[in-house]
């Protein structure tokens, strides 16, 4: 009995097709995480802020210390992954087109979540420095600083080092994202993990200092969280994104200074 062969116009209309599926499902997964990551903090991350004593500092006991860097790595994957979301599409094109890269959809997945990864260990280090301003008095019930002298250092910091060329390397890779699948490509899901890793760090390296402007304006603070996501989104998604980084170096350098002052 003799088989039918596909054409390779055939063969590449059905990859074309998978390509779509797996996009569509691959989209479908992160707008379900992201959207369950924002309404994890619409409803509190856990915080029960009504029955806490205002006039006291929260003790850190071990189940209280692992509720805060929840809080955290859930908020960074609400913030990160919609600027992600286009590297993550891509690198699953790239691995349904790559026979040598396993299952696509498993790959991609490895990818995710070794992103996610490299956020949980920055929100562990966050975690820690939550604690040492909470011990020496520095932040609010409400998760902002009651230094003023403090807000104002880290918006300084933030502004500066959105100007330093570290910053501007990191944000150039996260951007680059095809230049990063050709230069860093690794096949199977051990390359998919390795390379969700390396995205992820350099992604950290970019927006790491940003992220501790939540100390300033508040932890918990939706309006603080949603304002530097979309910063965020605005430097990796569109055209304009490596100048405006600069802008916005100038206008947090510009309030620290008028805190100060």
Same mark, same amino acid.
């Given at each position: 009995?003799?088989? /039918?062969? @596909?054409?390779?116009?055939?063969?590449?209309?059905?990859?074309?097709?998978?390509?779509?599926?797996? !996009?569509?499902?691959? $989209?479908?997964?992160?707008?379900?995480?992201?959207?369950?990551?924002?309404?994890?903090?619409?409803?509190?991350?856990?915080?029960?802020?009504?029955? #806490?004593? %205002?006039?006291?500092?929260?003790?850190?006991?071990?189940?209280?210390?692992?509720?805060?860097?929840? %809080?955290?790595?859930? %908020?960074?994957?609400?913030?990160?992954?919609?600027?992600?979301? @286009?590297?993550?599409?891509?690198?699953?094109?790239?691995?349904?087109?790559?026979?040598?890269?396993?299952? @696509?959809?498993?790959?991609?997945?490895?990818?995710?979540?070794?992103?996610?990864?490299?956020?949980?260990?920055?929100?562990?280090? *966050?975690?820690?420095?939550?604690?040492?301003?909470?011990? *020496?008095?520095?932040?609010? %019930?409400? #998760?902002?600083? !009651?230094?003023?002298?403090?807000? $104002?250092?880290?918006?300084?910091?933030?502004?500066?080092?959105?100007?330093?060329?570290?910053?501007?390397?990191?944000?150039?890779?996260?951007?680059?994202?095809?230049?990063?699948?050709?230069?860093?490509?690794?096949?199977?899901?051990?390359? *998919?993990?390795?390379?969700?890793?390396?995205?992820? +760090?350099?992604?950290?390296?970019?927006?790491?200092?940003? #992220?501790?402007?939540?100390?300033?304006?508040?932890? #918990?603070?939706?309006?603080?969280?949603?304002?530097?996501? /979309?910063?965020?989104?605005?430097?990796?998604?569109?055209?304009?994104?490596?100048?405006?980084?600069? +802008?916005?170096?100038?206008?947090?350098?510009?309030?620290?200074?008028?805190?100060?002052?």
């Amino acid at each position: 009995m003799a088989v /039918a062969v @596909p054409s390779s116009a055939g063969r590449g209309e059905l990859i074309e097709r998978l390509v779509r599926r797996d !996009r569509q499902v691959v $989209a479908g997964g992160l707008l379900l995480v992201t959207s369950m990551a924002w309404w994890y903090l619409l409803v509190g991350a856990g915080m029960d802020m009504g029955t #806490m004593d %205002m006039s006291m500092p929260m003790p850190w006991s071990p189940g209280y210390a692992l509720l805060v860097f929840l %809080m955290w790595w859930v %908020m960074m994957a609400a913030m990160m992954l919609p600027s992600a979301a @286009p590297m993550i599409l891509l690198f699953g094109m790239v691995s349904r087109k790559n026979r040598a890269a396993g299952s @696509p959809r498993v790959s991609t997945l490895f990818f995710a979540s070794a992103y996610l990864i490299a956020w949980g260990l920055f929100s562990l280090l *966050a975690t820690v420095i939550h604690w040492l301003l909470d011990q *020496a008095g520095l932040l609010s %019930m409400q #998760m902002s600083s !009651r230094s003023v002298t403090l807000g $104002a250092l880290l918006l300084v910091l933030a502004g500066l080092y959105q100007l330093t060329p570290w910053k501007h390397a990191c944000l150039r890779n996260c951007r680059g994202t095809l230049d990063f699948v050709m230069r860093y490509w690794r096949p199977g899901h051990r390359g *998919a993990l390795s390379m969700g890793l390396r995205h992820g +760090a350099l992604c950290v390296g970019c927006c790491w200092v940003m #992220m501790g402007l939540l100390f300033y304006g508040g932890v #918990m603070n939706l309006y603080w969280i949603t304002g530097i996501a /979309a910063l965020v989104l605005v430097e990796k998604l569109l055209p304009a994104g490596e100048y405006l980084d600069r +802008a916005g170096g100038f206008v947090f350098i510009a309030w620290g200074l008028w805190l100060l002052v």
